[in-house]
């Protein structure tokens, strides 16, 4: 099978190799999947490049990078029900804390990190279901129902922002988004009551206002070091800030007295390791909201698979309208 491979780190154009790899049959409980789209993550980059904090080698002689993907099941190993086989399915941590992932014509992985997609789902909103749609999930109803709450999504414009902003709408929820420029008009066309200017001056005292002057019950926060300072400002009294990034800031200085008198609760999301009956909880909202019509995720380009090296560098770049994906079949 045709694959993208590594086994250095380094820049994208430098490490990524188009190579012919051997496909793996499906052992006990595994399924091999035939992919039609790869997305390319955030975390994916990384990863390649190296940035992640005491990580000095790849810790596979050969990776196959990516951890989100789209296809159809094309085998099924012992265990496995045979009417699995023909199978829409999308892919979680398709490479976490394994060497080859869904850039590649093929994936073999255990059965339950295949997901039957519903037939609303194209294979496209399935790629970008692992990473961000599972995150978005859990941070909007990691805490329960959202319906007559206020919810903040920092960095609204994102792709894990995005689908979380319609997401708590489907909940029931009003709903502030922070973005800047175009990002102001996306998170609107995503259902936001209100958009806020993230790097205004005021951005605590217009999130209030566009709450009728009363404090949030949840803030999703893609940036918690850097924007500590308006979540204090803003949270309500035992309000939650679900947190699933930092990347500017990664050891922030928290105003403890100010969280400390409010008693905010700080729960961090890590999707890999997510238990299996939150993320079968996550999945199932998912669904409901692609089978309703009422969850749309944005491709903002699509490649061939030899060209993965240019979609890293994308999504390094960022500012994206949307994912990257790889087109395993191009």
């Not at 850039?103 to 037939?119: G, N």
């Not at 995005?162 to 609107?188: D, F, M, P, S």
């Amino acid at each position: 099978m045709r694959a993208i491979t590594y086994d250095r780190f380094g820049p994208a154009a430098d490490v990524l190799t188009l190579a012919e790899q051997d496909s793996t049959a499906p052992g006990q409980g595994e399924v091999a999947v035939s992919l039609v789209y790869s997305a390319v993550n955030p975390s994916d980059v990384k990863a390649r490049s190296g940035a992640r904090p005491g990580v000095t080698h790849p810790p596979f002689p050969t990776i196959i990078p990516h951890s989100d993907g789209a296809g159809v099941i094309t085998k099924a190993g012992p265990g496995v029900d045979p009417a699995r086989i023909g199978q829409r399915v999308w892919i979680w941590n398709g490479q976490w804390q394994r060497p080859f992932g869904t850039a590649a014509e093929t994936i073999t992985l255990p059965e339950a990190q295949a997901v039957p997609m519903p037939d609303a789902m194209s294979d496209e909103q399935g790629a970008v279901m692992g990473i961000p749609g599972l995150t978005a999930a859990q941070v909007v109803f990691g805490g329960g129902d959202v319906a007559g709450k206020t919810l903040l999504v920092q960095g609204g414009a994102g792709t894990v922002g995005y689908l979380a902003v319609q997401l708590a709408k489907r909940g029931g929820a009003h709903v502030i988004a922070t973005a800047r420029g175009a990002g102001i008009g996306r998170c609107r066309d995503a259902g936001a009551d209100a958009v806020i200017d993230y790097a205004a001056r005021d951005c605590a005292a217009q999130i209030l206002q566009a709450n009728a002057g009363r404090e949030v019950d949840r803030i999703i926060e893609v940036e918690f070091g850097a924007n500590i300072g308006v979540t204090a400002e803003v949270i309500a009294p035992c309000g939650t800030v679900a947190v699933y990034g930092s990347a500017l800031n990664m050891t922030p200085e928290i105003p403890f007295g100010s969280l400390l008198f409010k008693a905010v609760s700080i729960d961090i999301s890590l999707i890999y390791i997510l238990p299996d009956p939150q993320r079968h909880a996550c999945i199932d909202r998912l669904h409901d909201a692609v089978t309703a019509g009422a969850l749309h995720c944005p491709v903002a380009e699509k490649v061939p698979l030899a060209e993965t090296a240019r979609a890293h560098e994308l999504v390094e770049r960022g500012s994206r309208t949307g994912a990257v994906l790889i087109d395993v079949r191009a």
